[in-house]
């Protein structure tokens, strides 16, 4: 859990690069991510290589036409995941993967950045030349990416901003004259095989909200 609370994005890279221990490590984390209907038919490449980089970056430059991008922040390492196009799961799939390897990466003391900008590139001819001089099949994209380094950053501690509810089992009432309101935590009816019908259901709800109202 702590891993968990203590995961933070690095956007300040050094110029020491992981090391392919470390590299397959956080790879493998990866391969145990859950898939939709455990297709599993994502690649996940891991690059290391200075020229490979550097081909990588120019790529999406232009895609994106814009020369000066810099939003792999310096990184030496860089881990690609790939996915089917036609997989409609594909995002879901490869959000697991990188939150699998992006815990495995903050236990090792790795800086990593998720990169967001390739999810688009699938039609790009600029990132297909690329893929292809890495060997990889025409009918594959590139979902998402993390970039991967060591850092001298120190991450700020920021409030969670999640709102969170937990639904129980009960009907609470609040009913004035003026006005009402009903919060429905949950109700569950079973049509099929049930306990009450539904139509016992309905007319015991529109009996009880009745009584409530003039009786408030």
């Given at each position: 859990m702590d891993i968990i609370k203590n995961r933070r994005s690095r956007r300040k890279f050094t110029s020491k690069k992981v090391s392919i221990e470390d590299m397959k490590k956080i790879?493998?984390?990866?391969?145990?991510?859950?898939?939709?209907?455990?297709?599993?038919?994502?690649?996940?490449?891991?690059?290391?290589?200075?020229?490979?980089m550097?081909?990588?970056?120019?790529?999406?430059?232009?895609?994106?036409?814009?020369?000066?991008?810099?939003?792999?922040?310096?990184?030496?390492?860089?881990?690609?995941i790939l996915s089917p196009h036609d997989n409609r799961n594909r995002k879901f799939d490869c959000g697991c993967i990188m939150q699998n390897m992006m815990l495995k990466a903050c236990e090792l003391n790795v800086a990593n950045v998720w990169i967001n900008q390739f999810y688009d590139s699938y039609d790009s001819e600029h990132i297909r030349k690329f893929l292809q001089s890495?060997?990889?099949?025409?009918?594959?994209?590139?979902?998402?990416?993390?970039?991967?380094?060591?850092?001298?950053?120190?991450?700020?501690?920021?409030?969670?901003?999640?709102?969170?509810?937990?639904?129980?089992?009960?009907i609470d009432w609040i009913l004035t004259h003026n006005?009402?309101?009903?919060?429905?935590?949950?109700?569950?009816v079973i049509v099929i095989n049930s306990v009450v019908s539904y139509s016992n259901f309905v007319q015991c709800f529109c009996q009880r909200l009745y009584h409530s109202w003039w009786t408030a």
């Open positions: 790879v493998e984390a990866g391969t145990y991510a859950p898939t939709g209907m455990n297709k599993q038919d994502n690649i996940i490449v891991a690059i290391s290589d200075d020229s490979t550097e081909n990588l970056l120019n790529s999406i430059r232009k895609h994106l036409n814009n020369e000066n991008y810099n939003g792999f922040y310096n990184c030496k390492n860089m881990i690609l890495i060997d990889i099949d025409e009918d594959y994209e590139i979902t998402c990416a993390l970039a991967l380094g060591h850092s001298e950053e120190t991450p700020k501690i920021k409030p969670n901003k999640f709102k969170t509810k937990f639904i129980e089992k009960k006005q009402f309101s009903i919060d429905l935590c949950i109700l569950e």
